[in-house]
């Protein structure tokens, strides 16, 4: 049976990972590394996994090197899942579940980033003189664009599962595992809240799996704001 390295980050999407190995029930061991304080990036030690230091980082007894949260959760589930948290291949809900998959950090994840950078440059200490000129940019950004962009996708997200009350189909999948992240990033910094009674109860319920317990018990609670 393969055995995986789980090279884990405090506080980053690498906590999915965990989750999804719990989900499958994949024998795993967990490599941790803290961020820097002052930059908040993952260590340099990262980059002796994988060149671009950056977490998670799956290795395996048999030298495999995955990278990148979609591919890891693709890779895994298609390679090692027995089946498992996928629709059959060729099914059209296995469509839904790639696109899924992708749209986690091709499309919810970068307004979500850009609002965690926007409120730094808000808050972060400059001179006086700068600073009104800085916020007001930041605020034109993220009221003209920003904003009106996430505003969007919740939406879209919140219909979505009213078609079959997650991602993918009638069955939890990897797709939740995969979408976990930006929504939860969404309750923390992109104004989702009871206004989007699906998503709010999506979160409750995947926070309610113990698969997803036992993951932060694993790699510890992590904070998005």
Do not use: C
């Not at 393969?2 to 999804?20: A, D, G, K, Y």
């Not at 671009?52 to 090197?65: Q, R």
């Amino acid at each position: 049976m393969t055995t995986f390295t789980i090279h884990h980050l405090e506080n980053s999407r690498s906590q999915r990972v965990l989750w999804l190995f719990e989900e499958l029930g994949l024998p795993y061991t967990v490599v941790r590394y803290r961020r820097d304080p002052k930059t908040m990036l993952a260590p340099p030690e990262l980059r002796a996994i994988h060149p671009l230091g950056k977490s998670p980082v799956v290795t395996t007894d048999g030298g495999l090197v995955l990278a990148e949260s979609g591919a890891i959760v693709e890779t895994v589930v298609e390679r090692f899942g027995g089946g498992r948290l996928a629709p059959p291949a060729g099914s059209d809900a296995a469509l839904r579940w790639r696109y899924w998959l992708h749209f986690a950090e091709g499309s919810a994840m970068p307004p979500l980033l850009l609002t965690l950078v926007l409120h730094r440059i808000e808050t972060a200490p400059m001179p006086f003189f700068v600073k009104p000129v800085a916020r007001g940019i930041a605020r034109k950004v993220r009221d003209g664009f920003v904003a009106p962009n996430l505003a969007a996708q919740l939406d879209f997200m919140e219909a979505e599962l009213g078609r079959d009350g997650w991602f993918a189909g009638p069955d939890f999948s990897a797709a939740d595992i995969q979408m976990s992240f930006p929504v939860e990033a969404a309750r923390a910094r992109g104004g989702l809240d009871d206004r989007r009674p699906r998503l709010m109860d999506w979160l409750k319920r995947i926070h309610d799996r113990p698969a997803y317990r036992r993951a932060l018990e694993v790699g510890g609670p992590y904070t998005l704001g």
